[in-house]
């Protein structure tokens, strides 16, 4: 067993809350936010707009027309009924060539709006492949292979949008409760339509699909979660698998434990902020979900080669060199 298991059950892999809360003000400070809530939704005629990121998951549904999206420096054509989600600190641009104006519904929000003690009770982690699946394959997987609905199927994604857009409008009691509950519904239905793509395409047995979508949901989550405290066994029973099975899945998918896993994320997240923000390393280490700031900067020595302070040194002197 390594130092970083010996820290892990020590503190469950972590625990601070200050990611989610500054993650909250800083989608407030936006101008989205006007209370509590972590969520925005909106209809708008998109027009041209330059690269940019953010700290929310926002969820894109093309109503009419079509335009440029331009994801991480790489340019895809989007139209009528295509449907993508963008990853907190991904970035992406619009260019929208002339003729008929493209009309999008934007859905921003945060991960922490889906609790996941109603995930549990629900029993609806297995069902959330779009949310925790679609969002953390490879680019050209995501855009090349992309949600794209017509029909019936498209009235329903674009009810359920309006509906969320009307309750944020008119703010009526109980609109929080019926907004979480119509976001759900939306991304298990979303999961459905994608579920189905994956499954005409495949040439995996069901079996062997089924393992890896769940190793999938599974790295997504952690994707999304990675501040939280997460232990183990409370993963294993949010995805209603045990332990043992749940580290096999994971390896078998991504060569590493679920511990592993997790580390990379959040080192490569405090990566981010050490290059976008003006933090201390001690608040850096809390903002992904570290507790102990000198186990943050062992374990981040390890994984980049050098200190969180030295990272951060070299990336300025190589900028002020050029």
């Avoid at 109503?63 to 993508?84: K, L, N």
């Avoid at 949008?161 to 239905?189: F, S």
Wanted: charged share 25%; with cysteine.
């Amino acid at each position: 067993m390594g130092y970083e298991d010996d820290q892990d059950e020590q503190e469950g892999i972590g625990h601070k809350r200050l990611g989610v809360k500054r993650m909250k003000s800083l989608i407030r400070s936006s101008g989205y936010m006007k209370d509590e809530f972590p969520f925005w939704i909106t209809r708008i005629i998109q027009g041209a707009i330059p690269e940019h990121g953010h700290e929310f998951v926002e969820l894109v549904y093309v109503v009419h027309g079509s335009g440029i999206h331009i994801f991480e420096g790489t340019e895809y054509e989007i139209g009528a009924g295509d449907v993508y989600i963008i990853n907190p600190g991904e970035t992406h641009a619009y260019s929208v060539p002339g003729g008929e104006p493209m009309e999008i519904v934007n859905c921003l929000f945060m991960p922490s709006l889906i609790p996941d003690a109603l995930l549990k009770e629900l029993q609806i982690t297995s069902s959330m492949d779009y949310f925790y699946v679609h969002p953390f394959m490879k680019p050209d997987v995501r855009f090349n292979r992309h949600l794209n609905l017509h029909g019936q199927d498209a009235m329903l994604v674009l009810g359920l949008l309006d509906g969320m857009r009307r309750e944020l409008g008119n703010r009526a009691p109980g609109h929080t409760t019926i907004i979480r509950l119509q976001l759900i519904e939306l991304l298990v239905l979303l999961s459905r339509y994608y579920s189905l793509m994956q499954h005409r395409g495949t040439v995996s047995s069901p079996r062997r699909l089924e393992r890896e979508i769940t190793a999938r949901r599974i790295y997504g989550y952690l994707e999304r979660n990675y501040d939280k405290k997460i232990t183990l066994e409370s993963l294993a029973g949010l995805f209603n698998v045990g332990v043992r099975q749940l580290n096999r899945l994971v390896r078998q998918e991504f060569d590493r434990s679920v511990i592993d896993v997790l580390h990379t994320i959040r080192i490569d997240r405090a990566k981010r902020l050490l290059i976008e923000s003006d933090e201390k390393v001690i608040s850096v280490a809390a903002l992904v979900g570290y507790e102990d700031p000198s186990f943050f900067s062992r374990l981040f020595l390890r994984q980049a080669g050098c200190t969180p302070t030295q990272y951060r040194q070299s990336l300025e002197h190589r900028h002020a060199s050029q």
